[in-house]
């Protein structure tokens, strides 16, 4: 087992390589946390691209809370 590391995403401990957030592009968080920030990215992208009035409305409330989450955790809001 490697070195532990602390997500700054999850607050879980790791031992896999890391991944880069997608948020800041600085921040080590670990590979869960890339996938789930991967997964919500490209959700994004194709709901705007393709989505029906109804997911665009929810959309909006989803990135908004995204946001918020992100600037608790890196800016410490």
Not at 31 to 42: M, S
Not at 52 to 60: F, G, I, S, V
Request: proline share 3%; charged share 30%; with cysteine.
């Amino acid at each position: 087992m490697g070195h532990l590391k602390r997500c700054l995403r999850c607050d879980r401990l790791y031992s896999e390589r890391p991944s880069i957030s997608r948020r800041d592009n600085r921040a080590m968080i670990c590979p869960g946390c890339g996938v789930a920030e991967a997964l919500f990215d490209i959700t994004v992208f194709f709901i705007q691209r393709e989505g029906k009035e109804r997911e665009k409305r929810a959309l909006k409330f989803l990135i908004e809370a995204e946001r918020a989450w992100v600037n608790f955790i890196y800016v410490g809001s």
